[in-house]
């Protein structure tokens, strides 16, 4: 079993950056892809960002392309999402996500983390 818990999130600025960290914890995991996902409210869940554990290329919405990065410290089985020049559209909790890279579906999530980018 994976256990996610994701943090960082809070208030900030329109323009402003925030960065998410996700820890994971419980069975280890090489081939796994992590993946960061958001819910604003009164809106269905949508996906931001992911990254192969252990290697690849990220892959981003296009509502995160050239603001957001997410990266992976594989050593603290922690990843990451830097998000910069928020938008108050932006506003969401944000959910940290694994799956293995067979897996279609993410089987494993977080707690989510608020993010709230003000006017």
């Known amino acids: 079993q994976v256990q996610l818990r994701e943090s960082g999130g809070g208030l900030v600025q329109a323009g402003g950056s925030l960065r998410l960290s996700c820890l994971a914890s419980?069975?280890?995991?090489?081939?796994?892809?992590m993946g960061w996902f958001r819910q604003a409210p009164g809106k269905e869940r949508e996906f931001v960002a992911a990254?192969?554990?252990?290697?690849?290329?990220?892959y981003y919405a296009g509502s995160a392309k050239g603001r957001f990065t997410i990266s992976g410290d594989n050593a603290k089985n922690t990843v990451y999402l830097q998000m910069n020049s928020l938008k108050p559209e932006d506003t969401a909790v944000y959910y940290c996500?694994?799956?293995?890279?067979?897996?279609?579906?993410?089987?494993?999530w977080g707690q989510g983390t608020q993010v709230t980018v003000s006017e």
């Open positions: 990254i192969v554990r252990g290697g690849g290329n990220p």
């Open positions: 419980g069975r280890t995991f090489s081939n796994y892809v």
């Open positions: 996500a694994a799956r293995t890279v067979d897996d279609l579906k993410y089987r494993y």
